[in-house]
């Protein structure tokens, strides 16, 4: 699973990386970011990519109530292209999610020692995620989950599953508006590359979703 990550970076390096026009509205540097709360997403709106803020934890369009999202912060990619919460967007509801790292827990002893792991060749990158949009006469809502997969050889020895990464030359591809069949967006989801990872440990600092800042992200020595 994915359920806390980074994004400690520039505003302006999240917009040469991605290709935005224009300022990110209410943009600030995050070192503990977790369910519940607003993360950066891009998505194409067939002209331009365009990045917004919204709520991790999806809320399917239908849902009548809002809590749900709250168990949906993480989809499998085995299956989501079959799943009724997930399928419709999985064909026309794509997006990226951005991270400059996530962190992952491994028992060590009697603790819960943390991890902040990131890819070893590049400072930013995008998780796949689907979004949808939520709304009742008195409140609208934009909400997105992140894909997840079983966990490559170097993850394995920390979790059983990972984020879905987006190698930088597809990411265009996730986000293009065409329509696809749920099938087509999990065939792309299997056929990705993993790229090589780094892990290091972190304070304990970060096990409390109310820490941020920088301490949150030292390494350990």
Request: hydrophobic letters at 35%; aromatic letters at 12%; glycine letters at 4%.
């Amino acid at each position: 699973m994915c359920g806390r990550f980074t994004l400690a970076v520039d505003e302006k390096d999240i917009r040469n990386e991605f290709e935005l026009n224009s300022p990110i509205p209410e943009f600030e540097q995050r070192y503990n970011i977790a369910p519940g709360q607003k993360v950066l997403a891009i998505i194409n709106d067939g002209e331009k990519n365009r990045a917004g803020y919204m709520y991790w934890g999806l809320v399917p369009s239908w849902a009548k109530d809002p809590k749900i999202g709250y168990k949906m912060i993480n989809a499998r990619s085995e299956t989501a292209h079959e799943k009724t919460s997930f399928k419709n967007l999985m064909a026309k509801k794509r997006c990226l999610i951005i991270a400059d790292s996530f962190y992952e827990w491994k028992r060590k002893d009697k603790i819960k020692q943390p991890y902040r792991i990131k890819p070893t060749d590049r400072k930013l990158f995008a998780f796949a995620g689907l979004w949808d949009q939520w709304k009742t006469q008195e409140e609208e809502r934009f909400t997105c989950t992140i894909l997840t997969r079983e966990a490559n050889a170097f993850m394995e020895s920390i979790h059983d599953r990972m984020p879905v990464i987006l190698p930088k030359s597809r990411q265009s591809e996730w986000i293009a508006p065409s329509t696809l069949k749920p099938y087509y967006a999990h065939d792309f989801i299997n056929e990705l590359t993993m790229e090589e990872l780094e892990a290091n440990e972190v304070s304990t600092y970060v096990n409390s979703v109310k820490n941020e800042g920088p301490e949150c992200i030292r390494t350990l020595s």
